[in-house]
């Protein structure tokens, strides 16, 4: 195969950002995704969008809004919904309270498709699916090529100028042989208040979450296998978690206290905000459409479900364990509630529950992929540390650091999921924050760029810069460096270091519509453990 400008390793969202910037600057890409479905986490990992309060306003890039409103022009054109829902500018399909916009994960792949279906054509944009990489020809500080293998088996070796990391785990990052982190480091090593006090630690990682779409079909029974694990899985209680993980009982991720999560709540009033699980990452819901509509959608994505037994990286196991473990964990969750969680109504198990496939794509209705957290980390040019954006590391000052490199905003909690050390959860406030350019570029590799979560983070801020908006933001822009590169003959580190080039790449950002400060971060508050309901999640 011809050489590419840009081979970008994975299909998430920063690949499907960093993809479209460099078609806009006119610097041909290829997406080397492992999945046929494009979008990762909002799509095939099945996870409707974690966003931040500000989001309908601001505080994300252009393309990323137009993703936002593509899907709400989707539901628009396509489904019955009733004439008030039709009507709503700020349409949320599912009414569900993590955010403000929950869609079902297939209508986000369709909705990518359309967005990279003009540079395809004119043969800016070109997508491998069911390929993986396998390894990467390195010289000095260049890559020059990767070898691809697809779920067939053909290989193919792909030349470019530039190489861009977008996968969950930093595949790209490993084989190129950058040199990275994994799992939390400690205070001795970041300063950060809230690492671990002793030594770092490489196992311990967040945990990950494998996603079911679920939908009630009254009067039926949709009861699945048994799951071989599911013994184990029943009886399985954390010493740090107030009953079995199979339950409705969770630890609260912020006071680590009991508290009880049922499926639905016995009662509520019209209106109201349901705080139950049903509710929670609810991707369709019934009563916004046309008579007839038969059930919800909801998303699986509960505290319960998180996985952390094994660790994915450096563990004797294997990801292929883990992975294979967190998949019947999920089935055994869907078994238990079919069979024996308590009802809202009294009685034991909910076997109208039904897993609904049609909408991940696949025969049992959990997504294609898991919901991966964290991976390897770039010893990059800059870190971003918890100095930088929390509120009670920053005590005193307003606002999170200004970065003179910004290349892009986010907002979100550090939010971090059990992990496979044992530790409970961990939930920091942040200030809304920028996207460093320097956190994109590897110490070493010239040619290699951090474009998701890949990039220069600890395992704290790692928490807050994994969600939708960010991963995009991050995308998008290194995308647009590679492509700034490209056509000044410039190298990424010159560019940082250069205040001309510098400016120049951050003015070619502004006019692809990249946000790359806050209006005003003084006058915004932070980002504050509940986000827009003071539900838990």
Same mark, same amino acid.
């Given at each position: 195969?011809?050489?590419?400008k840009i081979v970008i390793i994975g299909g998430g969202l920063g690949a499907?950002?960093?993809?479209?910037?460099?078609?806009?600057?006119?610097?041909?890409?290829?997406?080397?995704?492992?999945?046929?479905?494009?979008?990762?986490?909002?799509?095939?990992?099945?996870?409707?969008?974690?966003?931040?309060?500000?989001?309908?306003?601001?505080?994300?890039?252009?393309?990323?809004?137009?993703?936002?409103?593509?899907? +709400?022009?989707?539901?628009?054109?396509?489904?019955?919904?009733?004439?008030?829902?039709?009507?709503?500018?700020?349409?949320?399909?599912?009414l569900g309270n993590i955010g403000p916009l929950s869609h079902e994960p297939?209508?986000?792949?369709?909705?990518?498709?359309?967005?990279?279906?003009?540079?395809?054509?004119?043969?800016?944009?070109?997508?491998?699916?069911?390929?993986?990489?396998?390894?990467?020809?390195?010289?000095?500080?260049?890559?020059?090529?990767?070898?691809?293998?697809?779920?067939?088996?053909?290989?193919?070796?792909?030349?470019?100028?530039?190489?861009?990391?977008?996968?969950?785990?930093?595949?790209?990052?490993?084989?190129?042989?950058?040199?990275?982190?994994?799992?939390?480091?400690?205070?001795?090593?970041?300063?950060?208040?809230?690492?671990?006090?002793?030594?770092?630690?490489?196992?311990?990682?967040?945990?990950?979450?494998?996603?079911?779409?679920? +939908?009630?079909?009254?009067?039926?029974?949709?009861?699945?296998?048994?799951?071989?694990?599911?013994?184990?899985? +029943?009886?399985?209680?954390?010493?740090?978690?107030?009953?079995?993980?199979?339950?409705?009982?969770?630890?609260?991720?912020?006071?680590?206290?009991?508290?009880?999560?049922?499926?639905?709540?016995?009662?509520?009033?019209?209106?109201?905000?349901?705080?139950?699980?049903?509710?929670?990452?609810?991707?369709?819901?019934?009563?916004?459409?046309?008579?007839?509509?038969?059930?919800?959608?909801?998303?699986?994505?509960?505290?319960?479900?998180?996985?952390?037994?094994?660790?994915?990286?450096?563990?004797?196991?294997?990801?292929?364990?883990?992975?294979?473990?967190?998949?019947?964990?999920?089935?055994s969750f869907i078994y238990w509630m079919q069979t024996e969680a308590p009802?809202?109504?009294?009685?034991?198990?909910?076997?109208?529950?039904?897993?609904?496939?049609?909408?991940?794509?696949?025969?049992?209705?959990?997504?294609?992929?898991?919901?991966?957290?964290?991976?390897?980390?770039?010893?990059?040019?800059?870190?971003?540390?918890?100095?930088?954006?929390?509120?009670?590391?920053?005590?005193?000052?307003?606002?999170?650091?200004?970065?003179?490199?910004?290349?892009?905003?986010?907002?979100?909690?550090?939010?971090?999921?059990?992990?496979?050390?044992?530790?409970?959860?961990?939930?920091?406030?942040?200030?809304?924050?920028?996207?460093?350019?320097?956190?994109?570029?590897?110490?070493?590799?010239?040619?290699?760029?951090?474009?998701?979560?890949?990039?220069?983070?600890?395992?704290?801020?790692?928490?807050?810069?994994?969600?939708?908006?960010?991963?995009?933001?991050?995308?998008?822009?290194?995308?647009?460096?590679?492509?700034?590169?490209?056509?000044?003959?410039?190298?990424?580190?010159?560019?940082?270091?250069?205040?001309? +080039?510098?400016?120049?790449?951050?003015?070619?950002?502004?006019?692809?519509?990249?946000?790359?400060?806050?209006?005003?971060?003084?006058?915004?508050?932070?980002?504050?453990?509940?986000?827009?309901?003071?539900?838990?999640?």
């Amino acid at each position: 195969m011809g050489a590419k400008k840009i081979v970008i390793i994975g299909g998430g969202l920063g690949a499907i950002a960093a993809s479209l910037s460099a078609a806009r600057l006119g610097v041909p890409s290829i997406i080397v995704s492992e999945c046929s479905w494009l979008g990762g986490q909002v799509s095939s990992q099945a996870i409707p969008p974690d966003e931040h309060p500000w989001i309908e306003m601001t505080g994300c890039t252009e393309t990323y809004r137009q993703f936002r409103n593509g899907v +709400r022009a989707f539901y628009r054109d396509h489904y019955p919904l009733n004439a008030q829902s039709r009507s709503a500018p700020r349409l949320n399909p599912g009414l569900g309270n993590i955010g403000p916009l929950s869609h079902e994960p297939f209508v986000a792949g369709l909705v990518i498709e359309q967005m990279l279906a003009p540079w395809r054509s004119r043969g800016l944009i070109e997508v491998l699916r069911g390929w993986r990489i396998v390894e990467a020809e390195t010289t000095g500080d260049h890559t020059r090529s990767v070898r691809v293998r697809s779920d067939d088996g053909e290989e193919k070796v792909l030349e470019a100028e530039y190489f861009l990391d977008t996968t969950d785990l930093g595949d790209l990052v490993a084989a190129a042989g950058v040199e990275h982190v994994i799992g939390a480091e400690s205070t001795a090593e970041t300063g950060e208040p809230h690492a671990l006090p002793g030594e770092s630690d490489p196992t311990d990682q967040q945990a990950i979450t494998w996603a079911a779409a679920l +939908r009630l079909s009254p009067h039926t029974e949709n009861i699945i296998d048994k799951p071989g694990a599911y013994d184990r899985w +029943r009886s399985y209680q954390p010493d740090f978690w107030p009953g079995p993980l199979l339950g409705w009982d969770v630890s609260d991720y912020v006071t680590h206290q009991p508290r009880h999560r049922p499926l639905f709540l016995a009662s509520s009033q019209d209106g109201e905000i349901h705080y139950d699980l049903w509710h929670a990452r609810r991707a369709l819901a019934a009563s916004q459409m046309e008579d007839g509509w038969e059930s919800d959608t909801t998303i699986a994505a509960w505290p319960m479900m998180d996985y952390w037994q094994i660790p994915l990286l450096g563990s004797e196991e294997g990801a292929g364990t883990a992975l294979a473990e967190a998949r019947e964990f999920t089935l055994s969750f869907i078994y238990w509630m079919q069979t024996e969680a308590p009802r809202h109504d009294g009685g034991t198990g909910y076997p109208e529950l039904r897993p609904h496939g049609e909408v991940t794509g696949t025969p049992d209705g959990l997504a294609m992929l898991p919901y991966i957290r964290e991976g390897r980390r770039i010893k990059a040019e800059f870190t971003v540390l918890e100095q930088h954006i929390g509120v009670a590391a920053r005590a005193g000052l307003d606002g999170a650091e200004p970065f003179k490199d910004s290349v892009g905003v986010g907002a979100y909690r550090m939010d971090l999921h059990p992990s496979s050390s044992g530790r409970n959860t961990l939930d920091l406030d942040t200030w809304p924050f920028q996207v460093p350019l320097g956190a994109l570029i590897p110490q070493r590799a010239e040619n290699v760029l951090a474009a998701g979560k890949a990039m220069g983070t600890t395992h704290l801020t790692n928490g807050a810069y994994r969600v939708h908006p960010i991963e995009w933001s991050v995308g998008e822009a290194a995308g647009a460096l590679a492509a700034f590169c490209l056509s000044t003959a410039s190298a990424p580190r010159q560019v940082r270091s250069d205040p001309r +080039r510098l400016e120049d790449l951050r003015r070619s950002l502004a006019a692809l519509g990249v946000e790359t400060e806050w209006p005003s971060l003084g006058a915004l508050t932070p980002e504050r453990r509940f986000g827009y309901l003071p539900p838990p999640r």
